[in-house]
């Protein structure tokens, strides 16, 4: 739901009215399938049948013949859901290329040709039709799942951990509270969710688990994968900057369909000086600086800052 209210002008006053009302929604279907299920089909056929149980309501409801369909209706389901991970997913592929964290900043964010972030929806897409067409049936897409369900709750835990911590600094500065505000209840309990899901995988399963081989490898390797990025992030930021004598300052550019672009420049220690005189600290031109030089792109401009208030030119008001 967060995604789409992103495109909304004033989503506050909305989200306050549509979140609870779609929590309860979601809850009452929820309950209510699950009722139906148990109502249609005795709860010892669910434990031995070896099939869904959405086939097995489909069979005693609407017969044989008509629960042949039932597969359509997953396929569809599941074209639904994959759209709507799609469109959260790729709203966070285009904002951590706005932030510049990621190679080629303004092709990832840029919204042309059709006014949606193209390049993460093309990546995204590739990567869904590998792993649905590459990848055998069994341990290795089994264990591919679990991997990434890992290192999510590791982020949604820290996420809530960042939120509190967001808070607590801007009570600290004085400042009132956000507009709109998550429960803590809410929060709480997706943490405690988090950390259920993160600590009960070490606890050995008595069948031996899913795969062929130790149970655990998928934690490991989701945990081995965030200690890489942690590693190559210190590299990146910290250690090869003072090895080679530069410093990540951030550059705040305009793409040409409008979108706002952070790029992480290695700038010399020897102009260190003269880059924080001619840019602010999120990375605007100021509007008094000379001698800054061209983005070196064509489909790029400075974004320019003029008594506190960020102008973006065109390409004929190019710095």
Not at 24 to 35: D, E, H, K, R, S
Not at 54 to 59: H, K, V
Not at 186 to 191: D, E, G, R, T, V
Request: with cysteine.
């Amino acid at each position: 739901m967060s995604s789409p209210l992103t495109s909304c002008q004033n989503p506050f006053p909305l989200l306050k009215k549509v979140a609870p009302l779609s929590l309860i929604i979601v809850f009452i279907l929820y309950v209510l399938a699950n009722v139906a299920y148990f109502a249609a089909v005795p709860a010892a056929e669910i434990r031995e049948s070896g099939e869904l149980a959405a086939a097995l309501f489909f069979e005693a409801v609407f017969g044989t013949k008509a629960a042949k369909g039932l597969p359509a209706l997953i396929a569809v389901s599941a074209a639904g859901n994959i759209m709507a991970v799609i469109i959260g997913a790729t709203r966070q592929i285009r904002e951590c290329a706005r932030q510049g964290v990621i190679p080629w900043p303004h092709v990832w964010a840029s919204t042309k040709p059709f006014g949606t972030p193209l390049a993460p929806i093309l990546l995204k897409w590739i990567m869904t039709c590998v792993i649905i067409l590459a990848l055998p049936f069994g341990d290795a897409f089994d264990f591919l799942v679990d991997l990434r369900s890992y290192p999510d709750s590791v982020f949604i835990f820290l996420m809530v951990v960042g939120i509190y911590a967001i808070r607590y600094r801007r009570k600290k500065e004085g400042l009132p509270p956000a507009q709109f505000q998550t429960w803590h209840s809410a929060l709480i309990f997706s943490a405690l969710v988090c950390l259920f899901i993160l600590i009960m995988p070490w606890v050995p399963p008595e069948d031996g688990g899913d795969y062929s081989f130790w149970y655990g490898t998928y934690i490991v390797t989701g945990l081995g994968l965030l200690v890489g990025m942690g590693l190559y992030y210190f590299a990146w930021v910290h250690a090869l900057p003072r090895l080679r004598h530069y410093s990540i300052r951030t550059l705040t550019v305009v793409n040409d369909d409008g979108s706002v672009v952070h790029q992480l420049k290695r700038v010399p220690n020897a102009e260190v000086a003269e880059w924080d005189r001619t840019h602010d600290d999120a990375g605007n031109v100021l509007g008094d600086a000379t001698g800054v030089q061209d983005t070196g792109n064509a489909h790029l401009v400075h974004r320019i800052k003029v008594r506190d208030t960020a102008i973006e030119y065109t390409t004929e008001g190019k710095v």
